[in-house]
């Protein structure tokens, strides 16, 4: 590097190219002192001396906004100056003016040794927030005290690009380059200082030409640098290399730090690889016991958090038995219920319970579901008397299951006739130390209806009394108006419904009308259509009307009988939107080929209906008259 000014601005653009003299001074200065700005010690260009007075008129235009935020700005200063001041306090043998910031540099430089100063170039790089201090010293004892560029320079200028917010990989790769140029010899203590940066400031390029350079010079790179090539290739998103240099380290020394692991817990737990994570956080805790350095609450948290988001048993399970149970963590509620969940899909009855525990000592309300979660797990299990019990709870904390509660039991019950039986005989048992209802009585009933004949289910229903205190409720009558197809057992259920007090619900009419429609004398479908229609009832919705399936019911019905209403069928289901215009027209062609076969048969002609159909695609009518010659 010939000459002496080539040296300096070679240091000074390798360093900052973007930043002057002046913008350095003032950016490291306290905002609010009121001292005169000092001039920069070397710059005497005019250009420069007029940029910064346009700075300074730019700085001064915008005092408004600059006191809105001063108050943020002095408490970052006063925890500048009390980190500096203990920085210090650690070395003493240091001038205190070095820890001062650059305001200082100036007036009290020129009474430091050289010698001193090279001394505190060792120490700043390691603490925070002196990047400008480290670049103005450098600048300071090369051009004052006519210093050569040596090895320690340079090392202490790319172990200042560390800085998270000032350094670079790109500035420190020109630096080593310009100590090559230079023919200054690169130390172990530079490329060190090479692969700190590139941990903070990922740098494939930069890191692989250390890696190769060491290799070639017969450097071993210590735990340090190790650790300094993890961290670079983790941030590099090289995530198997890095997990592959945590287990070289690991298998080489045992003094890996504990941090580096809980930056791999971080990583991988918000990338979701869940296994390794769980992996990495057995080992970390083998070195928390080993070395006194227990996992942070906060990495706990953080860890059941993501394990519990994705529904990882295996990881939930692990922090729930080694941090929730023991009381050390607390999570919110919102985890908690992941928890149950991740529990009821893997049949774990423990850790369910200790869920909904967990819930239970806030005075958190219980809904349906957390306790949904335990039948599940139940049912998985084969284990029908904690499910029912569970429904039994259910009631006496007064949630009232209902159908929808029990479908996992169903499910069991639904394959087996011989468990439906000794669900029934379970209830008789139950009802002598619980409030037995409704939810549970129809779940067996529902299964009884398939797997005997419905006598065998209405007989069953008449001892409901007996096993619930508060009787039926409206979905036992569902459940047997479904299967049933009879006029006479129609009409009693309806009758019971009237003597309990329990109101039609749209669905209880719909099962009416279909099987009205089955019977020899259908008019009784179009008393329920009617009475439906007419209610006041709070459980039908506005303008009912016979599900799609029920209403073609009751048109065939009609049609076979030539009844004139079933214009007025087909008319209510166009106004509700109703797509039957296909299936009437089959029903239509299929009644008029019976009619002509009979009509050819007997020999006499008959008379029929008029329905008006929609027309097609080409304008012509479906079907205007449908008349039974």
């Known amino acids: 590097m010939p000459g002496g000014r080539i040296v300096i601005d070679g240091l000074w653009r390798c360093l900052c190219p973007s930043v002057d003299i002046a913008s350095l001074f003032r950016l490291t200065r306290p905002s609010y002192s009121p001292r005169q700005r000092l001039n920069p010690p070397f710059v005497h260009n005019p250009r420069t001396h007029g940029r910064q007075q346009r700075r300074e008129y730019r ?116 630096l080593l380059k310009e100590i090559e140029k230079a023919g200054i010899p690169v130390t172990p203590q530079i490329y060190q200082a090479l692969l700190e940066v590139t941990a903070i400031h990922p740098d494939y390029v930069l890191r692989n030409t250390v890696l190769f350079e060491m290799k070639n010079r017969w450097y071993t790179p210590t735990i340090d640098d190790s650790v300094n090539i993890t961290v670079g290739l983790l941030r590099d998103n090289q995530y198997e290399l890095a997990l592959e240099k945590l287990e070289e380290l690991h298998k080489d020394s045992n003094n890996v730090p504990s941090w580096l692991y809980d930056i791999f817990l971080y990583t991988f737990g918000d990338l979701g690889f869940h296994e390794e994570a769980l992996s990495i956080l057995q080992h970390r805790l083998k070195v928390a016991m080993v070395a006194s350095e227990p996992l942070s609450l906060n990495t706990w948290q953080f860890l059941l958090d993501v394990f519990s988001r994705d529904a990882f048993y295996d990881g939930i399970k692990y922090i729930w038995d080694h941090s929730v149970s023991p ?75 209902d159908l929808s509660s029990t479908r996992s039991i169903f499910r069991i019950l639904l394959h087996s006739s011989s468990e439906t039986e000794a669900a029934m005989r379970l209830l008789h048992k139950l009802r002598l130390d619980y409030k037995v209802p409704a939810a549970a009585f129809n779940v067996v009933l529902e299964a009884t209806v398939i797997h005997r004949p419905f006598k065998v289910a209405l ?73 439906m229609g007419s209610s006041t009832a709070a459980t039908l919705p506005e303008d009912p009307w016979p599900s799609r399936g029920s209403a073609l019911a009751l048109i065939k019905r009609c049609i076979e009988a030539e009844d004139i209403r079933v214009q007025e069928l087909i008319e209510g289901c166009r106004k509700r939107g109703m797509s039957i215009d296909g299936e009437v027209q089959q029903l239509l062609e299929a009644f008029q080929k019976r009619k002509e076969l009979a009509e050819t048969d007997t020999g006499s002609p008959g008379e029929g209906i008029a329905i008006s159909l929609p027309e097609n695609d080409q304008g012509q009518k479906l079907s205007a008259v449908s008349g039974y010659a």
């Not at 057992?489 to 009205?516: G, K, V």
């Open 459 to 531: 007989d069953l229903y008449r001892s409901v009394r007996q096993i619930c205190i508060d009787g039926p409720d409206i979905e036992t009558y569902h459940v047997l108006l479904a299967h049933c197809i009879q006029r006479k057992s129609m009409n009693f259920l309806f009758a019971e419904m009237q003597a309990f007090s329990i109101e039609p619900t749209w669905a209880t009419y719909d099962h009416l009308i279909r099987i009205s429609t089955m019977q020899d004398d259908y008019s009784q479908a179009f008393h329920f259509l009617y009475t």
């Open 59 to 174: 700085r001064v235009a915008t005092t408004t906004s600059a006191d809105q935020i001063r108050p943020d700005r002095d408490e970052v200063e006063r925890a500048r100056i009390g980190y500096l001041k203990r920085l210090a306090k650690r070395s003493p043998w240091i001038p205190g003016a070095l820890f001062e910031g650059i305001d200082s540099f100036a007036t009290k430089l020129d009474r430091i040794p050289t010698k001193t100063i090279y001394a505190a170039l060792k120490e700043l790089p390691r603490a925070q927030g002196t990047y400008h201090s480290v670049v103005k010293l450098v600048e300071y004892i090369v051009k004052e005290r006519k210093e050569r560029p040596n090895a320690i320079l340079y090392e202490s200028l790319i172990k200042a690009n560390v800085d998270k917010n000032y350094g670079s990989a790109e500035v420190a790769s020109q």
């Open 327 to 401: 009381g050390y963590l607390n999570p919110p509620d919102g985890v908690v219920m992941n928890v149950l969940n991740t529990a009821s899909s893997h049949e774990d009855a423990a850790l369910a319970v200790s869920a909904i525990e967990t819930l239970s000592r806030r005075g958190k309300k219980l809904e349906l579901h957390h306790f949904e979660a335990l039948i599940d797990i139940h049912t998985r299990q084969n284990d029908l008397v904690k499910a029912f019990t569970i429904l039994c709870i259910m009631e006496k904390a007064d949630l009232h299951p």
